[in-house]
T-cell receptor
Framework: RKEVEQDPGPFNVPEGATVAFNCTYSNSASQSFFWYRQDCRKEPKLLMSVYSSGNEDGRFTAQLNRASQYISLLIRDSKLSDSATYLC??????????FGAGTRLFVKA | NAGVTQTPKFQVLKTGQSMTLQCAQDMNHNSMYWYRQDPGMGLRLIYYSASEGTTDKGEVPNGYNVSRLNKREFSLRLESAAPSQTSVYFCASIEVWGQGSGETQYFGPGTRLLVL
């Protein structure tokens, strides 16, 4: 089993749709959780961190469920510009960082 | 303020050739990482440097060496390139948040390497 697993997609949604991505992790000692966004042939960039209490940034909401060991990302009112690959990232002590393989999103007009 | 820069952007090598990938950051971060990204596998950590003068192996270090000569620069060397090292290589500079609450990884634009 991979340490961090994501549904590879692709997710094809129309503009204005709500889309949710899930990510599961296997190490219960994991400490910090993030979502990164990667545009085609570009470098990853931090989208948002993920907390147990949930956090929201505009149309984006991230949630962590430690008991079930998964994190989620919800995008509301999808825009064409949201088309990208979304990477789930899990870290724990000692510079241990694991990236998921990513979920591809295509938002169509 | 350029952030993280990498050179070269593209490179084609023949099996057995050597090369060094350069990375520099101007954000005064202590920690820097080298990753490779392959289709369907996500980013995998090759080596990391927690601070100037220190380096450690990551998940996939075989076939690579690194050098952290100063705080700004962290280079990755392929001594004898193999087709399995065909990949996209990303360097990252790490901003650690206060009180261990998390971090932001700032990535360079990547180096696309093809080994024939």
């Amino acid at each position: 089993r991979k340490e961090v697993e994501q549904d590879p997609g692709p997710f094809n949604v129309p503009e204005g749709a709500t889309v949710a991505f899930n990510c599961t992790y296997s190490n219960s000692a994991s400490q910090s959780f993030f979502w990164y966004r990667q545009d085609c042939r570009k470098e990853p960039k931090l989208l948002m961190s993920v907390y147990s209490s949930g956090n929201e940034d505009g149309r984006f909401t991230a949630q962590l469920n430690r008991a079930s060991q998964y994190i989620s990302l919800l995008i509301r009112d999808s825009k064409l510009s949201d088309s990208a690959t979304y990477l789930c990232v899990v870290t724990w002590g000692g510079f241990k960082t694991i990236f998921g393989a990513g979920t591809r999103l295509f938002v169509k007009a | 303020n350029a952030g993280v820069t990498q050179t070269p952007k593209f490179q084609v090598l023949k099996t057995g050739q050597s090369m060094t990938l350069q990375c520099a950051q101007d954000m005064n971060h202590n920690s820097m990482y080298w990753y490779r990204q392959d289709p369907g596998m996500g980013l995998r950590l090759i080596y990391y440097s927690a601070s100037e003068g220190t380096t450690d192996k990551g998940e996939v270090p075989n076939g690579y060496n690194v050098s952290r000569l100063n705080k700004r620069e962290f280079s990755l060397r392929l001594e004898s390139a193999a087709p399995s090292q065909t990949s996209v290589y990303f360097c990252a500079s790490i901003e650690v948040w206060g009180q261990g609450s998390g971090e932001t990884q700032y990535f360079g634009p990547g180096t696309r390497l093809l080994v024939l």
